[in-house]
């Protein structure tokens, strides 16, 4: 509140009665946002960063700002929620939000899977090895094998497809196939004549 008390004096030194001016400097504006991070998606085990938001404000050169956090997941989906709240000391308030979804799109992969190989009919076919798969979110990544025999040129030369599939669980997977040549590439022998 600014107060002006003004008085008049003529040349005989008379006074006038006082004058007075109330002037109400009120602030009843908020603070503006300055700067504020751009809403986000990315993907889920990816690194990301989330500036905080900056204000300024018409009468207040220090306003008080505070910040809060949120999170909600549905599904394979995460959304974060990052606020910021500068308040001025008249009260006025602004608030800036930057919102980050997170989404899982990426397949696992495998870390450990056999070799294919390629055997003569007589040797012994080999299970179905060591495999392992891995997610970049989902700590216990599901594998199926499936196996399927692919004929040869000969009822002793075949070869074994076997197909193995990872699941995350957010539905991607991925496919890989391992193969088991079996040949017959050793002619027949005699046997002893009597």
């Given at each position: ?79 974060e929620t990052y606020s910021w709240t500068a308040t001025d000391h008249c009260g006025n308030s602004t608030t800036a939000t ?89 002619a027949p022998t005699f046997g002893e004549q009597s």
């Open positions: 509140i600014i107060i002006r008390t003004y008085t008049a004096t003529d040349a005989c030194g008379n006074v006038s009665a006082q004058f007075e001016q109330v002037i109400n400097l009120i602030d009843a504006v908020s603070p503006t946002v300055t700067s504020v991070a751009e809403n986000m998606t990315v993907e889920c085990g990816s690194e990301y960063m989330v500036a905080p938001a900056t204000f300024s404000d018409n009468c207040d050169a220090e306003l008080d700002v505070v910040s809060d956090f949120s999170s909600e997941t549905d599904g394979c989906t995460t959304v930057t919102v980050v979804t997170i989404v899982d799109t990426t397949n696992p992969y495998f870390v450990s899977l056999p070799e294919s190989v390629t055997l003569n009919c007589d040797q012994d076919i080999p299970g179905f090895g060591e495999y392992t798969a891995a997610d970049n979110c989902d700590n216990e990544v599901d594998v199926a094998v499936a196996e399927e025999i692919l004929p040869g040129a000969c009822p002793q030369s075949y070869t074994i497809a076997r197909t193995y599939r990872g699941f995350d669980n957010c539905g991607n997977s991925v496919v890989e196939t391992v193969y088991i040549y079996v040949l017959d590439e050793v």
